[in-house]
């Protein structure tokens, strides 16, 4: 399975943006999903995460109230809605994907990753 992610862009601080996390080559459908971020130079964190069967979602203690992962199976395709940003938010943000059924914060949990997408929050 190959995963795309896209969505990101310029914005102001407080504006919002949609994620997008697109599946081709494969179903996405029975796996668990998340986001993590990365700027330069430092390690890829945690985002937020959501197992196949949308049960309660996962988050960093940094984007909780603001940011939502959602999925629609039928389109083979996970959303981060991305609200209230702050220029910390800044990174690039890459979506993965885990056969298990989890919302671990451990990167090593998750078996593929798609190439990022830039997220630049001015103040």
């Known amino acids: 399975v190959q995963l795309q992610a896209s969505g990101g862009g310029l914005v102001q601080a407080g504006d919002s943006l949609r994620l997008s996390c697109t599946a081709s080559?494969?179903?996405?459908?029975?796996?668990?999903v998340a986001w993590f971020r990365q700027t330069p130079g430092k390690e890829r964190n945690f985002v937020a995460a959501?197992?196949?069967?949308?049960?309660?979602?996962a988050y960093a203690d940094s984007v909780k109230g603001r940011f939502s992962i959602s999925r629609d199976n039928a389109k083979n395709t996970a959303y981060l809605q991305m609200n209230n940003l702050k220029p910390e938010d800044t990174a690039v943000y890459y979506c993965a994907t885990s056969p298990s059924s989890t919302t671990t914060p451990n990167t090593y949990a998750w078996k593929s990753w798609g190439q990022g997408t830039l997220v630049t929050v001015s103040s």
């Open positions: 959501i197992k196949w069967n949308n049960s309660p979602a």
């Open positions: 080559g494969g179903t996405i459908n029975r796996a668990s």
